[in-house]
C-alpha cells in the first residue's frame, strides 16, 4: 500500500493516470446523447395532420459527395428512420395530396470542445508540471469532435408554410452519420412531434 501510495505522489504516475481516465471518458463520447430543439406555428392544429409524403424539392443527396441520380447511403437511412418513426406515430405516407410536407437536411461538421482547462478529471488544479505526457502546462484543453446535426421539416401542403421543425445535434463517429446514429437521432427530434399542449401554450 505504501509502495502503491509513493507511485501516486510521482508526477509522471499521476499524468498517466489522468491521461487514462482522459481516454477513458472520449471513449463514451459516442453515446452521447442528442440535444434536440424544435419550433412550431402555433396557430397550427396537428391533430389534423393524418398523411404525409416527402417534400417534392427534397435533395436526394446531403453529403457533398458525387451522388446525383442516385441516393446516397445517408439519403436511405435518414428516409427509412423518419418513415419508420412517421408509421410509428400513425401518419400514413400516400402519394398524392397529403396534409403535410416533410423533408430534412443532414450535415456533419469538424467541431472543437474546450474541455475543464486548468483542471484534473479529478475536479483539482493542474500545478503544471510540464512534462511530456499531456500533463499540466503541456495539456492541450481543447478536443476535436465531428458533430452530426439533423434538421426535419415539416411544410403544411394547403398553405406551403412551416409548420414544424425539429433539430438534433450529437456527437458522431465519422464525416458520414451512421446507421444507428441517424436512427438515434431520427427517433430522439421526432420525439418532439406532435407539440404537447403545455408547447401550445408558450
Known amino acids: 500500500m505504501k509502495r502503491f501510495t509513493r507511485l501516486l505522489a ?3 504516475a499521476l499524468a498517466a493516470v489522468a491521461l487514462s481516465l482522459l481516454l477513458g471518458v472520449s471513449s463514451c463520447a459516442t453515446t452521447s446523447r442528442v440535444g434536440v430543439t424544435s419550433d412550431f406555428d402555433h396557430s397550427v392544429n396537428f391533430r389534423n395532420y ?23 447511403f445517408l439519403d436511405k437511412r435518414m428516409r427509412t428512420a423518419v418513415e419508420a418513426e412517421m408509421t410509428r406515430k400513425g401518419l400514413t405516407r400516400v402519394d398524392k395530396n397529403p396534409d403535410v410536407f416533410v423533408a430534412y437536411s443532414a450535415k456533419v461538421e469538424d467541431k472543437q470542445r474546450v474541455n475543464n482547462a486548468g483542471y484534473s478529471p479529478f475536479g ?18 481543447v478536443s476535436e469532435y465531428k ?38 437521432i431520427v427517433g430522439s427530434v421526432l420525439g418532439n412531434y406532435p407539440p404537447t399542449d403545455k408547447q401550445a401554450q408558450r
Open 10 to 12: 510521482r508526477p509522471t
Open 50 to 72: 393524418k398523411t404525409w409524403a416527402w417534400y417534392p424539392q427534397q435533395q436526394p443527396d446531403v453529403e457533398g459527395g458525387p451522388a446525383q441520380d442516385y441516393r446516397s
Open 124 to 141: 483539482y488544479p493542474y500545478y503544471g508540471y510540464g512534462y511530456g505526457y499531456g500533463y499540466g502546462r503541456g495539456l492541450n484543453p
Open 147 to 184: 458533430e452530426g446535426t439533423v434538421i426535419i421539416d415539416f411544410v403544411d401542403a394547403k398553405r406551403k408554410e412551416l409548420a414544424w421543425r425539429g433539430m438534433g445535434e450529437a456527437q458522431v463517429e465519422n464525416q458520414s452519420i451512421s446507421e444507428q446514429e441517424v436512427y438515434r
